[in-house]
């Protein structure tokens, strides 16, 4: 095999004749500096040029186009066209066929990417309260506002999550800010709250308080939260799994008695003296009209679903309930005290101990058909009587 050989050129001259320091360049005939490249240049005695590089702090030679052109013709391959740019090779995709292999027979294994998730923002679970009383406790916030949903507890404490607001000299200004656990409550404390009174019996002319949902100002929640260790962790699961429990029991229609402020009872208003029983034994079907006209008095401020008349009771008790407890306080506030058919009203809210006497539909049902099966029998016997005293006549 023929070596390839460099390109023929006189021998490089010795570079020990060149000067090395540059206030010797000036000296030297051989060394002019370039203004176009900013360099010293040196041409020896054989017409090949020198640069002096600074950093290095010796003399390089200048590669020319003619010299480089010399040096590539020297290591060219033949058949190989170097005037082309270099492509990067592509990498084969195997095959896959129906039958899940790939063109070698083996099982073919195809990794899907996974959509990157989009960051999820966090709902708001907080309600802004203004125009509240001057003198209001957290309990009392807790308690009037527990009944829309469960409020969020403090991690460690384990206290309400309910903020409030007092001006420079330490004084309530009258705003509350009350995290719930789960967003639904908002809309519902919305719904129910706004614009109402915050306390019942409060006069007419007191201003009502504005409930709204919290923005964002008041904590940066879509931020992204701070990293805890994993004693923290295990708290906040604690505590999510505790708030999650009272979640499941907080149901207004369980009758048991969950909460002390959202309880079954909340929603039902025990009415006394609207009728008399002397009054039912004179006309039974008055029961009746009774309660269409209790009805049609409390649906005025709110939703009834419900009108029972303990008729065995001498103090004439009705019981009333409403789809929400707002609305079985307000009948409360409207009752209490008036008159209805001649008598004071005394009106409450339930609370589950009493028990009142009232006779079973089904029972008196039973009664008027047995009497009645009574009277047609004592009818039958009768007539038999009679066409036996005929009998003996004859």
Not at 21 to 30: L, Q, T
Not at 32 to 48: P, Q, R
Not at 205 to 220: E, L, N, Q, T, W
Not at 251 to 268: E, I, Y
Request: hydrophobic share 30%; aromatic share 8%.
């Amino acid at each position: 095999m023929a070596s390839i050989e460099s390109p023929s050129h006189s021998p490089a001259p010795p570079l020990s004749n060149f000067p090395q320091n540059p206030e010797e360049f000036d000296a030297d005939p051989r060394v002019s500096f370039s203004k176009l490249d900013s360099k010293f240049i040196l041409e020896a005695e054989n017409g090949e040029e020198f640069e002096f590089d600074n950093a290095l702090k010796r003399w390089v030679p200048v590669l020319d186009d003619a010299l480089l052109e010399q040096q590539r013709a020297a290591y060219a391959v033949k058949g190989v066209d170097e005037s082309e740019p270099a492509q990067a090779g592509k990498k084969r995709k195997k095959q896959i066929y129906t039958n899940g292999e790939d063109e070698n027979g083996g099982r073919a294994t195809t990794k899907k990417s996974k959509p990157t998730p989009e960051p999820r923002e966090r709902k708001n679970t907080a309600v802004y309260v203004t125009s509240l009383p001057y003198d209001t406790t957290v309990q009392e916030v807790h308690d009037v506002f527990s009944r829309c949903g469960v409020i969020a507890e403090e991690i460690d404490r384990g206290k309400p999550r309910i903020k409030l607001y007092t001006d420079d000299k330490g004084d309530f200004k009258g705003d509350a800010l009350i995290l719930y656990f789960r967003a639904e409550s908002v809309d519902l404390a919305i719904q129910l709250l706004d614009d109402t009174h915050f306390r019942l019996g409060q006069p007419a002319g007191d201003p009502k308080m504005k409930v709204a949902a919290a923005d964002f100002s008041y904590k940066s929640q879509k931020d992204a939260p701070s990293k805890s260790n994993a004693k923290d962790k295990k708290k906040i699961i604690k505590k999510t799994q505790k708030l999650n429990n009272k979640l499941a029991d907080w149901d207004d229609d369980d009758p048991q008695t969950l909460q002390d402020t959202s309880s079954r009872w909340d929603k039902v208003v025990i009415l006394k003296h609207m009728f008399t029983l002397q009054e039912l034994e004179e006309d039974p079907a008055a029961i009746l009209d009774i309660k269409e006209d209790i009805r049609e008095e409390c649906a005025k401020v709110g939703d009834v679903t419900n009108v029972v008349l303990f008729d065995k009771e001498p103090d004439g008790v009705a019981s009333v309930r409403y789809g929400n407890a707002i609305a079985a306080n307000e009948c409360v506030k409207n009752m209490d005290g008036r008159h209805f058919g001649g008598q004071r009203v005394s009106a409450y809210i339930a609370d589950g101990t009493e028990k009142f006497k009232k006779s079973s539909e089904k029972k008196a049902a039973i009664e008027e058909e047995g009497d009645d099966e009574s009277k047609r029998l004592d009818q039958f016997g009768e007539w038999l009587e009679e066409g036996a005293g005929a009998g003996e006549e004859r």
